[in-house]
């Protein structure tokens, strides 16, 4: 566990549900209770020294990213970020994992249904993900993309993203869903020409949070279909004219985002700078191995990278003449939330985890013998 870290929240011990939530540091609790305390005493200054938590939030997340803020736009969540990019391309055909979440699927289809870009679904070895072989078999010279998961949902899978850039060559398009990873693990993000990441996961931001880095491949190729009216050049001018769309990354700007929630996008993306996404990564790899032994010890079949390298906090298991949900009540019995799918179980512990969930999963694996 990272003490430094762990101080700043409230999250019980028992807590290994990071892949689906993340509950909010007390940092970003008080700056979105600050936040609207200051809403509700609105006088001439509030709405713009509200909005400067956005400028913060998103200097923050470009220097995670490696990027500027030239190239950086907040956003409300990862999905808006992928319907930015994917409506951007006219046509081709974009290589998509066909096991990768929903997020990255929708999308596709409907540029299909538009007449735009075609996916051609990749299908993933089980407990792999996508690869630069699987990818190098499906390049045709059609091909203008590859989106992809940095981390698959189901198993943690950790992607090779700068030899994935290696397979498709430097004139395709690579677009990151960065929301499993991004905080939390180490990897090359200007290898890709899109990352978009949700802030309610591993960031721990809360909901309605979110960013995109483009490169300035994505800023030159992609059609900014979306644009909205604070995503143009002289936003502040309400002439009645079209005005063309911002040379910057902030062309993916449909409307203004709530200070709110940027305010605890700032917070939870300074708690990740201050402790490193190195240290952070390095605990939550320690969780891992631990739980992993544990589940191994107890009988349980891991679906998850035993590879350090080829993970990332993710553990996915079942356990062998025992239902899903009837482990996951002995999990919840002995203080353990976990989250529960019809075939298997996924733990997801984060730097705040502490040693001792690994005893309490233990107690919960061994009831299931008795």
Known sequence: MLRSYAAHFDTPAGYLDFARFGPPSRDALAATTGAMEDSARADHTTVDVLMRAEAVARETAARLAGTDTRHTVLLPNASTGLFHAALGIREGVVLAPS????????????????GRAVPRWLTAA???????????????????????????????????????????GPDRLLIVDAIQAFG?????????????????????AGWATGFAALSDRALETLEPVLTGWTGVEDVGLFDGAEHPPAPDAQRWSITNLSPVTAAALAAALDLVERHTVAAIEAAISTRIDELTAVVGEYGGRVLSPTDPA??????????PDHAPAVVAKALHAEGVTPTVRADSLRLSPHASTPPEVSTSVAAALSSLRA
């Open 126 to 168: 089980p407990g792999g993900g996508v690869t630069p072989d699987l990818v190098r078999a499906a390049l045709t010279d059609d091909v203008v993309a590859l989106s992809v998961s940095a981390v698959d949902f189901r198993t943690g899978f950790r992607a090779d993203l700068a030899a994935l850039r290696e397979a498709i």
């Open 99 to 114: 096991t990768d979440f929903p997020s990255n699927q929708y999308p596709w289809r409907r540029t299909a249904d538009l």
């Open 184 to 204: 939390v693990a180490e990897l090359p993000w200007d290898a890709a020409d899109v990352v978009v990441a949700g802030g309610q996961k591993w960031l721990r």
């Open 310 to 319: 080829r993970r990332a906090g993710i553990l996915s298991f079942t356990m």
